[in-house]
């Protein structure tokens, strides 16, 4: 009933997981597809409770890009190869990172907050692209991991990285959904709608916007950290600007009603986009920015709504 | 001293650069109120059909300062087509909804012509250095230096001058400083709103198509210089102050001589040497030089 | 701190946009369970005064004490969680929400201000609570309507309920019957004053309506120009002739 009201949604997350159990059992690439497309979707997850809050992050690639690479670094400079220690640490550093840059972006609302995030992330895409160190444009592969000292089998090695990645995101989902239905989640819509009412409620703007900055780039680090591990390759491109595009793309279709929207609607998004690249390759953008422009004009709160509309009736 | 003169002139360049880059974007989001991401593709877009006419007039067999005629009527051309299509196709049904709505359809109408454009004219890269070639080299200081970046100076100081002339004095740019003021009034006042937004539009798309012209002679025209150059104005209008055309002036010149700064003492830093101004100017000032003071909301 | 301690004390407080000074001399005491009404046209420094109190506006001189407590040049987060509420001159609503809603949120920012995670934030005993809060102030029926699109003088209603969450010790009211109908804002006042008057709130409201300020307010604050005019009772303030001159305008010659 309500748009604040996120008890209910551990049930949609149930939901999700009877899903993935099931795509256990899919054929190895479209599975492989669904593994890399979930791990992206808590980067959409992360756009999309920004976007509760009124803010559009055109560059939460860069999170996406620093779990990524601080798993790929750890393993190849480092010869870190447990995930005990590499998924944590992935965390970690892109908690620090958005802790730093929210305390800097959380003064800012509106299109600055939306070309600020852009910019950060070509910051970075242009920093990597220049690394030599760090293959460039071509980014550079990771070896095969250990699971709590545990190296599978070349055979079941996919299925330990299915199954690694499919229980972190569905647990990012009870956080994330529990930190929606707390105060701090729930003050977000507040922070869209009327700031200065809330200031003069007691309740500071700012650290709202900043707590839902930090949570965001943390799962979209988690995010590219189970990317960088599924795919044993990462590059620059994560942090581009066409891929955030992705992201906001899925966050603004997906709405804002519960968190299992934007992680399933990245999957359709990456299946789609798999049968588009065969036939278009370089129309690709043009569909995302098409679509999106459609929903903006005809849609303004995003797919789910319609599901919401129907349940209400 | 070589370097003195080295940085000097090298600013200059590339505040000329910046400048004519980022008017278009400050113009229109000072008038209408619209932060257009799109601003990277139009700059794109100048280039590859600068490439593409200078392409034609070269492969004629003509040659020399006919060349910079073709440049200018592509630019405007380009501008006004481009921008008129974009203005009367879509933003015009969405005039008066919410800022952050209006950059999430420009970052769309981005990723559409972003692939317009390689659909257009492909990946490959384009390269037409004769203009730049065209003019040599001039001695200034016992510094050899490129006659082309000196003309884009003055193109850039030319451009300013006329388009705060315009505003100033004609009767047109007098109505747009009105409808900046305040649009319901301008409005109630008979002023065409709609029209000043079309001709605004207009003028900050050729604006943008004239940076990508100039440009293309020294760069190869290739995919993706346009999201480069979006950035890069936004930190240039942001420093000055989102919206004032003196601000985009100042902001030009500041990051300008910062970057020459930086890439003749401490190249390792040219990339981040525009950003950390911008978030200099940020911290102390968050929305810019010129920006202006929030009014009272209650 | 003692009960005799005035809840409200500014000495001398003045406010001054480049020069221009827009209110100045403010010295008020306000003790507690008063009912001051403020007038004054247009521009005399109404508004001025209240966005001083409740930290939207820093003084440019003077002092603001609250309860004892110096709370001069704090920003409108510190003057809430002190105490102090007010409402708008336009109704500061979360357009998008119902009316419940809006109170439910409005309950979470003002008891919640650390942005916990701990604690769930929509428990039942927070909706039963915000639904009793709208039926104090008469405001069940619109409980589940959006805000956004409600009339004018319910939003205004809404909007000093939202005020009243917590039982602050002081409410300052901007105009409360600024675009509400004439016919409209006697039964509008009597139900937002009346639960307002029950919870032992002192009540200062801007208002330039004189029948609403002779019933609801016990002291009148008139000012000029910046300036405090006169500060008394109901009847020495309305008989006084440089407010009727200055103030009420119009009839004060006749």
Known sequence: ?313 | ?298 | MSDNTPLLVTENLEKSFGGVVAAGNISITVGRGEQVAIIGSNGAGKTTFVNMVTGYLTPSAGSIRYLGRDITGLNPRQTARAGIRRSFQIAQLFPQMTALENMIITDIAANEAKGSFRARSLTDARMDAAMALLNRFGLEGIANEPTGTLPQGVRKQLDIAMAAVNDPALILLDEPTSGVSADEKLEMMDSVIQPLISDDATIMFIEHDMDIVRRYARRVIAFYEGQILIDGTVEEVLANDKVRHYVIGGTADA
């Open chain 1, 1 to 313: 009933m309500m748009t604040i009201d996120f008890r209910r949604d551990p049930i949609n997350i149930l939901l999700l997981a009877a899903l993935l159990i099931a795509g256990f059992f899919l054929p190895s690439w479209l599975r492989f597809l669904l593994q890399m497309a979930v791990a992206g979707g808590l980067v959409a997850l992360g756009v999309m409770i920004q976007m509760r809050a009124g803010l559009v992050s055109f560059g939460q690639g860069l999170y996406y890009c620093i779990g990524a690479y601080a798993v790929g670094m750890l393993a190849v400079k480092m010869n870190v190869t447990e995930l005990g220690i590499l998924i944590p640490a992935a965390i970690i550093v892109t908690a620090v990172v958005g802790g730093i840059l929210g305390l800097l972006l959380s003064r800012y609302r509106d299109i600055f907050f939306a070309m600020l995030s852009l910019a950060l992330s070509m910051i970075l895409y242009g920093l990597l692209v220049k690394a030599a160190w760090l293959g460039s444009t071509d980014g550079f592969n990771i070896p095969a991991v250990s699971y709590l000292g545990h190296v599978p089998a070349q055979a079941v090695r996919e299925d330990w990285s299915y199954v690694l990645t499919v229980v972190l995101v569905l647990i990012s989902c009870f956080a994330v959904a529990r930190y929606l239905a707390s105060g701090a989640g729930a003050l977000c819509d507040a922070v869209a709608q009327n700031e200065l009412r809330l200031e003069y409620l007691g309740t500071s703007a700012r650290k709202v916007v900043f707590i839902v900055y930090l949570v965001a780039a943390t799962i979209s680090g988690l995010g590219g950290a189970l990317a960088a591990v599924a795919m044993g390759h990462i590059g620059p491109e994560m942090t581009n600007w066409t891929t955030s595009g992705g992201f906001v793309f899925v966050a603004l279709l997906a709405g804002r009603g519960s968190v299992i929207a934007p992680v399933l609607g990245f999957f359709l998004l990456e299946l789609v986009r798999t049968y588009a690249l065969d036939y278009a390759p370089n129309a690709w953008q043009m569909i995302l920015g098409a679509v999106m422009l459609a929903v903006i004009l005809l849609l303004p709160e995003g797919l789910w709504s319609l599901v919401r509309r129907r349940s209400a009736k």
């Open chain 2, 1 to 298: 001293m070589l370097k003195l003169i080295a940085i000097l002139l090298d600013g200059l360049s590339y505040s000329a650069w910046l400048f004519l880059v980022a008017v278009g974007l400050t113009l229109i989001y000072g008038v209408m109120r619209i932060l257009n991401i799109a601003h990277g593709a139009f700059y794109a877009i100048g280039a590859y059909a600068c490439a593409t006419a200078l392409g034609l007039y070269y492969g004629a067999g003509w040659s020399g300062a006919g060349a910079f005629l073709v440049m200018g009527l592509t630019a405007i051309a380009t501008g006004i087509v481009v921008g008129l299509a974009i203005e009367r196709g879509v933003l015009r049904r969405l005039y008066g909804r919410d800022e952050v709505l209006m950059v999430l359809v420009t970052y769309a109408l981005f990723l559409i012509l972003e692939d317009a454009t390689k659909m257009i004219w492909g990946v490959e890269s384009y390269f037409v250095y004769q203009p730049y070639a065209y003019f040599g080299f001039i001695d200034v200081g016992g510094l050899p230096y490129q006659v082309y970046d000196l003309l884009v100076v003055a193109v850039a100081i030319a451009t300013g001058l006329a388009l705060w002339l315009w505003l100033t004095r004609a009767r047109m740019g007098r109505m747009m400083i009105a409808v900046v003021a305040d649009r319901e009034i301008s409005a109630a006042m008979g002023i065409n709103v709609p029209r000043i937004f079309a001709i605004t539009f207009a003028i900050g798309t050729v604006l943008a198509a004239l940076a990508g012209v100039v440009t293309a002679p020294k760069i190869a025209v290739a995919p993706g210089i346009g999201v480069e150059v979006i950035i890069l104005a936004f930190a240039v209008v942001v420093i000055g102050g989102l919206g004032s055309i003196p601000g985009a002036a100042l902001g030009a010149v500041i990051a300008g001589f910062a970057r020459a700064v930086s890439v003749h003492l401490a190249p390792e830093f040219e990339l981040f040497a525009i950003y950390a101004v911008m978030a200099i100017v940020l911290a102390i000032r968050p929305y810019g030089l010129f920006a202006a003071q929030g009014e009272r909301k209650i």
